[in-house]
């Protein structure tokens, strides 16, 4: 499998695997199936790992963790997340968490201070059952851009400088605030979920170019839109945005889809592919729950996607032309 070297010097896959659903997002998932999924992906090649607290209150990471364990541990790259705390909630064990189905035994607190950030890693590195993690990303800041800027992000600047993490970044859903950060703090990484996608080009307009300027690296994600470009053909009751596609995202995905066809490409094949034409882009990250998933995306990643196909996307006015690249 294809390596990229990362900003800051990593050296991992070009293909990660998302453990959102280890947290039991939207439906339960197993430890068994946590635990096969990472073997099917370690024995494809894949060697890179994301996860994070808020994916079912540190469900995702304990199984994550306890999948990664015995692993030889330098062999591979594991990104988490800091923001959030999760504190004791007394009296919510019979709850249910939004979007993961998980006891609400704790709850997610807003932290972006320095004592925070660290305590938030050290809960996760307890869960992961790690000495160490190599990347630490900042997650969904979205309300809270000075604090991000004037807490959270030099203290996570500080953990790199300290040789505690490897790389420290932003995940988030938009594109135009992890453009900011970059000029303002000196970030290694942003992991971009869904707004540089084969269906829609928003970071060429702001963070692409800044990452560029800067030798930020991009991490895509939600490559898929929220499961729109990963069945072909494209059902009728598609997600986009996680929400119910629109009639005209939806037809604009199926004409998309109709010129990958001309060229023996699905979909699928063109979303996982399209990201890494740019020269900013080092990995993406899919999603998975079972063995059955990795598959696909390993399968996926390892297609022959032709450049012409990203010429005719733009020639049908189905893709933007700056985001054609000779890599």
């Given at each position: 499998?294809?390596?990229?070297?990362?900003?800051?010097?990593?050296?991992?896959?070009?293909?990660?695997?998302?453990?959102?659903?280890?947290g039991?997002?939207?439906?339960?998932?197993?430890?068994?199936?946590?635990?096969?999924?990472?073997?099917?992906?370690?024995?494809?090649?894949?060697?890179?790992?994301?996860?994070?607290?808020?994916?079912?209150?540190?469900?995702?990471?304990?199984?994550?963790?306890?999948?990664?364990?015995?692993?030889?541990?330098?062999?591979f790259?594991v990104?988490?997340?800091?923001?959030?705390?999760?504190?004791?909630?007394?009296?919510?064990e019979?709850?249910?968490?939004?979007?993961?189905?998980?006891?609400?035994?704790?709850?997610?607190?807003?932290?972006?201070?320095?004592?925070?950030i660290?305590?938030?890693l050290?809960?996760?590195?307890e869960?992961l059952?790690?000495?160490?993690?190599?990347?630490?990303?900042l997650?969904?800041?979205?309300?809270?851009?000075r604090?991000?800027?004037?807490?959270?992000?030099?203290?996570m600047?500080e953990?790199?400088?300290?040789?505690?993490?490897?790389?420290?970044?932003?995940?988030?859903?938009?594109?135009?605030?992890?453009?900011r950060f970059?000029?303002?703090i000196?970030l290694?990484?942003?992991?971009?979920?869904?707004?540089?996608?084969?269906?829609?080009?928003?970071?060429?307009g702001?963070?692409?170019?800044?990452?560029?300027?800067?030798?930020?690296?991009?991490?895509?994600?939600?490559?898929?839109?929220?499961?729109?470009?990963s069945?072909?053909?494209?059902?009728?009751?598609?997600?986009?945005?996680?929400?119910?596609?629109?009639?005209?995202?939806?037809?604009?995905?199926?004409?998309?889809?109709?010129?990958?066809?001309?060229?023996?490409?699905?979909?699928s094949?063109?979303?996982?592919?399209?990201?890494?034409?740019?020269p900013?882009?080092?990995?993406?990250?899919?999603?998975?729950?079972?063995?059955?998933?990795?598959?696909?995306?390993v399968?996926?990643?390892?297609?022959?996607?032709?450049?012409?196909?990203?010429?005719?996307?733009?020639e049908?006015?189905?893709l933007?032309?700056?985001?054609v690249?000779?890599?």
């Open positions: 499998m294809k390596q990229r070297i990362w900003h800051g010097g990593i050296t991992t896959t070009e293909l990660g695997i998302g453990a959102a659903q280890f039991n997002l939207y439906t339960e998932t197993t430890d068994s199936e946590s635990d096969d999924a990472v073997e099917a992906a370690w024995d494809a090649g894949v060697r890179c790992f994301d996860t994070a607290p808020h994916y079912g209150l540190g469900l995702s990471e304990r199984r994550l963790g306890s999948a990664l364990g015995g692993l030889p541990r330098d062999e790259v990104s988490t997340k800091v923001g959030r705390l999760l504190v004791p909630n007394p009296g919510g019979s709850e249910q968490d939004t979007d993961f189905v998980v006891p609400a035994s704790t709850r997610r607190v807003w932290d972006f201070t320095r004592d925070g660290r305590r938030s050290d809960a996760s590195l869960r059952r790690l000495d160490r993690v190599d990347v630490l990303y997650h969904d800041p979205d309300d809270y851009e604090e991000a800027l004037e807490q959270a992000l030099p203290a600047v953990l790199r400088d300290e040789g505690i993490v490897r790389a420290v970044g932003v995940g988030m859903n938009q594109s135009a605030m992890p453009a970059i000029q303002e000196d290694d990484v942003v992991m971009l979920a869904g707004r540089y996608t084969l269906l829609e080009q928003t970071a060429l702001d963070l692409l170019p800044a990452a560029a300027l800067r030798g930020v690296s991009i991490v895509a994600a939600g490559v898929y839109n929220s499961g729109l470009l069945t072909d053909p494209i059902p009728d009751d598609a997600h986009y945005n996680y929400q119910k596609v629109p009639q005209r995202i939806l037809q604009r995905a199926r004409q998309i889809a109709a010129v990958c066809a001309q060229f023996d490409v699905t979909i094949e063109a979303a996982v592919a399209f990201p890494l034409q740019h900013s882009v080092v990995n993406v990250t899919i999603g998975a729950r079972t063995s059955e998933h990795v598959a696909a995306a399968a996926r990643n390892a297609a022959a996607v032709p450049a012409e196909l990203w010429s005719a996307l733009v049908h006015q189905l933007d032309a700056r985001a690249f000779n890599r």
